[in-house]
Each structure stands twice: as structure tokens, then as C-alpha cells.
């Protein structure tokens, strides 16, 4: 018979965490979601949304956890990213921090600290404050990841509006990616594609001249990737 009891172990082991980049995008600016920490170490500095794993709950349940107390955001893409796990990261104890990031329409959520979070608020990417731990690194990794999956799959749509102009879109890859796009390239790869429903509907309260408005079809992407057909840009 399997003995199920719990067993103590003889060794020291690193305490678990996780913790969340989230993406916001607002034309011109790549955004990143921080909190102002209330507690020590670095109390009054901002860092990542996140905390520690508890013991019955999976990685993914502790990150969307942390997230919504920290920050009251809730219901967004968020994939697993990649491990930290240096040393000296956590001056308290050994800490591994399983690291995720999460893409944000940033007009559907409005966001407020709480828990240990002293403050929430959202910095572009390129003037980022001081940060926590090894904090930096992680959005660094966060941006190369994004950047690259952004590429093959159509994730950049989670971070725009529902109903978006083509310029909208290219301005959101020329932000991400950092290099500047060529309009008619750019606009014959999507249009291509066949995944995206163009609408009855103009821009509204523009300067400029109304641009015509799309809508990012999900099951028309799903059935071409079933198909073979892949998602290049």
C-alpha cells in the first residue's frame, strides 16, 4: 500500500512566487502595469504585481490571483513567460519567481491598488521608475518575448480596441517591434490574411479623416490556422 503521508524534507528550499508584466497600449506608447510597494524590502518603490504561490493553488490561479488583489485587473491573456531564479534576487529569503506576462485593452480596466500595493498606475516602457528586485530584467524578457510572438501569432489584438483602423494596427506593431513599417506592405500582408471583418462604422472625433474600422475574427484565424494557413507580419 503507497504510504501518502506527508514527509518533511531534510534540505532548505527556495520559497515560490510569481510575478506579471501587463501590457497596455495607447497609441503611441508601449505601456507596463507597476505597483508602488507598501511593504519592506523596498517599501515606497514600484515593482511588478505579484506574491507568493500558496500551497494549494497552481502557478497560473497565483498569478491571476496577485493580480486582481494588486491591481483589480482581472480576465486578460496571460501565458507563462520564464523563470528567475538568481541567488540573491529577494534580500528576505531564496526566492523563485515564476514569471508571466499579460496584454490589456487598457480602456477596459480600470485599475486600483490593494492588498500590499500601495499605489497602481502605468509607465511607458521606454521611462520606467527604479524598480524591485530583479524587476527590470523580467519586463526586459517580457518586451523580446512579446516582440516576437507578435510576429506568428495574432496576439497583438488583445491589446487594442474591439473595432480598430488598419493604421491602429500598424502603429501598435511599429510601437512594439520598434522599427517603422511600410503602409502598403504592411496593410496587403493583413488584409490577406481573411481574418479580419471590415465594418460599416468610420472613426469618430478624429482630427484627421475617418479611418475605416476592422474587427478581428477569432474563428476565421482558428479555422485558417487549422488549415495551414500561417499568421506572419
Known sequence: MQDTKR????????????D???????????RVLLIQRDLPPFAGGWALPGG?????????EAARRELHEETGVDRVYLEQLYTFGGVDRDPRERVVSVAYYA??????HQVAAATDARDAAWFALDDLPPLAFDHADIIETAHRRLQGKL???PIGFELL???????????????????PL???NFRKKVLSMDILDELDEVQKDVAHRA????????RRYRRAKKAGQEFQL
Open 7 to 18: 514527509h518533511a524534507y531534510a534540505h532548505a528550499r527556495p520559497a515560490l512566487a510569481v
Open 20 to 30: 506579471c508584466v501587463v501590457f497596455g497600449f495607447d497609441e503611441d506608447q508601449l
Open 52 to 60: 507568493f504561490v500558496r500551497i494549494d493553488e497552481t502557478l497560473d
Open 103 to 108: 496584454l490589456v485593452k487598457l480602456s477596459s
Open 151 to 153: 510576429r506568428y501569432e
Open 161 to 179: 480596441p474591439r473595432k480598430f483602423a488598419l493604421s491602429q494596427l500598424q502603429r501598435l506593431y511599429e510601437v512594439v517591434l520598434e522599427q
Open 182 to 184: 511600410d503602409k502598403r
Open 211 to 218: 479611418a475605416r474600422l476592422y474587427r478581428f475574427d477569432e
